[in-house]
């Protein structure tokens, strides 16, 4: 049976439609797009909420799609154990949701950072990562102006010692050093899961390298792993 | 009708990289006595309220809840009453 992805839409989402693509062409499973004035999610897997500018990016990244009513859903869906996944503005938008802790800041270099960085799995043992081997160093690509991942330091302790940070900015040969950080982000981190598991933040987009024409096939892992974890439970 | 000010600023303890920007370029124009900048924001809010207290409680609830992030960012509220209101 596929596995049916909720795709959410925003006003500025600009990677929905990739993301759409890749769960229907690249995995052939279920993708339906859900605007925001939607209520409910419906019958669901998993939640991905897009990269893009929603609202523009207006007040603060993610600011003005927190409060969405399809967020609401979205917020009970992730409290009940539902898998959501946000990519760059998802990432920011369920970090202003409070679903993941932390914010994200604009790039310490005042640029708007579009290139392929390199990033270590450091958890394999989520639903987003389990295909995944330990380490393993993904190429990915990045596409953001505000990414520097911060938080208190007693978050950032918290986060390592509940291994909840899943990604790290690093060199190609998987070293994390401070010139393999694009954005200055705390401790090199890329993406972070909740404490449950169940939720997944991250920078990079896995979704624009799922497939060898577009340079790398890197991020199909995550998309692997979705799959993996839904035969194990079946 | 009240009036609210609203400022939200960046945490001291928080990098502010455009405030940074912007001291660089003061140091350029000779202004070297400028020591530092940080930038934050401001929204102007009108609150059609009879009760001063109520569009304080309102604005403060408005801040905290939406335009400032307490993960990175303080805010103050400055209320006053309103004589002539602007069309929205």
Redesign the interface.
């Known amino acids: 049976m596929a596995l049916r992805f909720g795709i959410l839409v925003f006003p500025g989402s600009n990677c929905d439609h990739d993301t759409e693509h890749v769960v229907a062409n690249v995995f052939s499973q279920e993708a339906r797009l859900i605007w925001h004035k939607e209520e409910a999610l419906g019958d669901v897997d998993v939640v991905i909420v897009p990269g893009g500018f929603s609202y523009g990016d207006y007040?603060?990244s993610g600011?003005?799609a927190q409060?969405s009513p399809i967020m609401q859903d979205v917020v009970r869906f992730a409290n009940d154990g539902g898998l959501v996944m946000g990519i760059c503005n998802g990432f920011q938008i369920l970090?202003?949701s409070g679903l993941l802790p932390?914010?994200l800041?604009?790039n310490?270099s005042?640029r708007f950072a579009c290139r392929w960085t390199h990033i270590r799995t450091e958890q394999t043992s989520t639903p987003f990562t389990s295909a995944a081997t330990p380490g393993q160093v993904l190429r990915i690509p990045i596409a953001h102006g505000e990414g520097q991942y911060?938080?208190?330091e007693d978050t950032l302790d918290a986060l390592e010692a509940n291994n909840q940070v899943v990604f790290r900015y690093c060199t190609a040969d998987g070293e994390v050093t401070p010139a393999a950080n694009p954005n200055g982000s705390a401790r090199n981190i890329a993406g972070i899961r909740n404490a449950a598991g169940n939720v997944l933040g991250m920078m990079p987009h896995p979704e624009r390298c799922a497939e060898a024409a577009l340079g790398s096939e890197d991020g199909a892992v995550i998309f692997e792993s979705l799959l993996k974890g839904t035969e194990v439970a079946a | 009708m009240f009036h609210a000010r609203i400022f939200v600023t960046r945490r001291p303890s928080i990098l502010e990289p455009e405030g940074r920007a912007i001291k660089q370029a003061l140091g350029t124009l000779d202004y070297d006595e400028v020591t530092t900048v940080r930038m934050g924001k401001l929204a102007d809010l009108e609150i059609d309220v009879a009760e001063r207290s109520e569009a304080e409680r309102i604005a403060e609830e408005v801040a905290e809840k939406l335009l400032a992030n307490p993960v990175m960012e303080d805010f103050s509220v400055e209320v006053s009453p309103v004589e002539t209101p602007t069309a929205a």
Request: one cysteine or more.
């Open positions: 007040l603060r600011a003005i409060f970090c202003e932390g914010t800041l604009r310490d005042l911060m938080a208190d």
